[in-house]
């Protein structure tokens, strides 16, 4: 009895171990073999060994290294605005407020909205002839712009997208993060005759860094991968100019069915998350 | 309790799995899975006289339809995972090569008298229209599709327009650029442009096709055969000639947000009002006499300054098919004279079959239909190679960036010739 009783745990646990195998470890594994070889999934002849060339190939494209830049300029843009605006919001909800319960609930839809959509929401927002943007704008007596059809109006387009849409995730953690903390730290620096901006910088932001930082990197690595609405908006163009590299391993993976390289694409972008998630964390903690 | 519960819930989870497997599994002989390209007009037809099929047959039909920027890496993934996920695919001609490895060809079922009546069905109602029709889904004496039909880029321009400014439809590029020109105005003197002479379908996914059309129309081309490409095939002076027309157009007579463009924006510029002239593909033709959404109704006729791309259509039969028999069965009804007759009327979709597009009803009614098919005389295609994708984006790329004004047309055209060949190199086509 005590043996079977045992064995439980193991048994329970192995259910977990099971999927973690089947759906990340294995297809890990796989793509990171895939990636040393040439296949293409329209030429199904067996799989051509090529070592680190896929690799090799990809750090001398010049067109690699643009997008790598279009990925980060449009990233810290859009995590930087999405922090600025949450961190405001979550500052004016930290207080009463009459009919807080509603206007919270409306701010967080976006969030809800599947990507993809968002995406085309904004594309009909952004038709320089009824889109309802260039509209405002002729109110305003300003002269309508293509938005999609220049390539820094086209990257700046993404970036109000992104950040119309993930705005609320930041908002809702900072909110919970204000939430949390002790209340006596700022009634005492307020009896010390602090201003409420140095309760703000002295008190609040130190406080409120680890959620800080969990919130930015979340939003780091998510706006790093960025699709849909590239692919929805403006496809990567004009010319590559707001190519991703989510969007160029998707070309190369489905739309040029060169597994071995998108699969190697792919391992690179992992590995500059992965990097620029860990000099983040270290440079909080430095600054902790 | 507790025991009894997950005995229950072991059970129930049981239940629940093997019912959906059990639904999951194919019917075989008796269900058809179609896989359709969303949003084409010979879908409604079809789909509204597939009854009469399966009332013939006995097999139930199942449609599966993907938009067309999802379609290809969809079924490409469940072909080389050999679900037999369907039993007939909708090849578009482009794709042709990509779906090749997967498909089953179609000489077994054509020489078998029971199952198809050449006589009946009549192949040369294809190929008297154009060769290419069946010549792209041939490979080493196999056909591996039917088509069911097709599309030409035609000039679609606004006759009022036109008469208003004493002007007639262009025969050429140069003519085209001139009416365009002229016709591009501020109507009501704000400052502002109203009606562009032209829209243009700049977006990446279409703007090759289109500069193709003016690189043809000037006498550029393709050679025969990828071996045979140079990096002048695309870097000469017909090329630059064409794209440095194309940029004019785009900024001189084009509204902006061409860049975004394609077959739908363009259309639904013409119904609104806003362009005097445009290229579009065919199967548009329909549009714009569409009194719901169509503000230009009787005032479009079509005409045909250039060469297009031969944007044929097929319907094949993937090798992992469970039913390959009844597929074959579907497709040669769903191409066959009187369906292919009947479904244009149903949908507003373009036929490949000359008979139906020389229909003197249709014809009357279809006005399009006439330069589709004097269209069909000069239309070309493309390689149908599965490297074709990339050499179509790696023009794409640069043909924007001259548009934006990034890079002058000889540095995209040398820059567009040299990744080409680089793409053909890698992929071992001058070895």
Redesign the interface.
Known sequence: MVKRANLIPYLLISFAGIILFALTIYPLFYSLILSLHKW?????APWKFVGLRNYWDIICDLVFWQIVFNTFIFTFSAVTLEFIIGMALALLFNRELRGENTLRSALVLPMMVPPILVGLLWLFMY???FGIINNMLKLLNI?PI?W????FTAMVAIIIADTWQWTPFMFLLLLAGLRSLPQDIYESAKIDGASLWQSFRYITIPLLKPIIAIAVIVRFMDAFRIFDKIFQL????????TETISHYIY?HG????NMGYASALSYLALIMIVLFSMIYIRILQRVS | MKKGICIFATLFMLVSYGLVFAGAAPKKGKELKISLIAGFPTNIGIKSLVSEFEKETGMKVTFIETGYGAI??KN??DL?AQTGAYDVLHVESIWF??Y??YLYPLNEFMEDSELFNEEEYDLEDFTSYTPLTMDVFSRDENLYGLPHLAGIPLCFYRKDLLDKAGLKPPKNMDEYYKVAKRLTQDTDGDG?IDIYGCALSA???AIVDEWFSFFFSYGGGLPDRPEQYTKMTFNNPTALKALKLYKRLYDECA??????WEFGEVGSAMQ?G?VAMMWNWSNSGSWYDDAESSTVVGKVGASVPWPGRFGVNALGIPKDAENKEGAFKFITWATSKDITYKVTVAGGATPCRLSVLTNPELVKERWWFEPLREAGRYARMYWII??W??ID?AL???L??V??G?ISPEEALRRASDNAYKILEEAGYFD
């Open positions: 293409s999934i329209t030429k199904p038709k320089k002839d002269e293509p999609l059809s220049r390539p403006t496809e990567g163009g004009p010319g590559i100019s070309r489905f739309r040029y069915f | 290809l890496e490409l993934v080389s090569s990509e090749l490895p502002t977006k990446r996914s509204p902006p947000e061409s860049m975004t609104r806003v599965p490297e994708s990339a984006d794409a790329i640069e924007q960036k548009l934006t990034d």
